[in-house]
């Protein structure tokens, strides 16, 4: 059984921190690695995409691979109360593998 | 703009009663996913197409049926809902099987609610 797993939350910070999202998964031949978010009531949409081992930067946004542990993780610096949603992490080796998610809220 | 399209985008349906969900894309991507997502629950994929070609995951109940005409539409059929098939049906595009780095693109999603 491939499984994805985050920590459910509720993860509370306060505005202007950075926010750390974790996620590890079961398959090791798993290939590309998504974050999405999704508001409640909404669809999931594209925060990172990264299929190479390290950091990959986007404005507010670093999602960090580490193949070796099965770990992906996702930073937001300078956190919003806009950024305040659920974020899914997905993985693929064919499939989109999603975890149950981490529920984030921003406190201004 | 190119999109993913799901209609409606809330449906309310009787126990038992048949009822059909809508996707329209004009991505023209080979690739069509069904999720079903239930409250604080990961999307879970029902079925996907590559083409025409129809795959069915294996813990997708009998009561779960699919229709792709064309390229541009899929339709979830749901035969006899049940209180249990509540949920959020979200449909997904992608341009090909097995292209790594190209991610889903999402619909808005159909709530359904069940009486």
């Known amino acids: 059984q491939k499984e994805v797993e985050q920590n459910s939350g509720p993860l509370s910070v306060p505005e202007g921190a950075i926010a750390s999202l974790n996620c590890t998964y079961s398959d090791r031949g798993s290939q590309s690695f998504f974050w999405y978010r999704q508001y409640s009531g909404k669809s999931p949409e594209l925060i990172m995409f990264i299929y190479s081992n390290g950091d990959k930067e986007d404005g507010r946004f670093t999602a960090q691979l580490n193949k070796a542990s099965q770990y992906v993780s996702l930073l937001i610096r300078d956190s919003q109360p806009s950024d305040s949603a659920t974020y899914l992490c997905?993985?693929?080796?064919?499939?989109?593998?999603f975890g149950q998610g981490t529920e984030l809220s921003v406190k201004p | 703009d190119a999109m993913v399209i799901q209609n409606p985008r809330y449906q309310v349906t009787q126990f038992g009663k048949p009822v059909t969900l809508s996707c329209s894309q004009t991505?023209?991507?080979?690739?069509m996913y069904w999720y079903q997502q239930k409250s604080s629950q990961a999307p879970k994929l029902l079925f996907h197409?590559?083409?025409?070609?129809?795959?069915n995951e294996a813990d997708t109940p009998d009561n779960f049926q699919s229709r792709r005409p064309n390229t541009s539409f899929c339709f979830l059929d749901i035969r006899s809902p049940g209180l249990g098939d509540a949920a959020m049906y979200l449909c997904a595009t992608h341009p090909a099987r097995g292209a790594n780095g190209n991610e889903q693109f999402f619909g808005p999603g159909t709530r359904l609610t069940v009486l």
């Open positions: 197409y590559y083409d025409k070609d129809f795959n």
């Open positions: 997905a993985v693929s080796g064919g499939k989109l593998i």
């Open positions: 991505l023209n991507h080979n690739v």
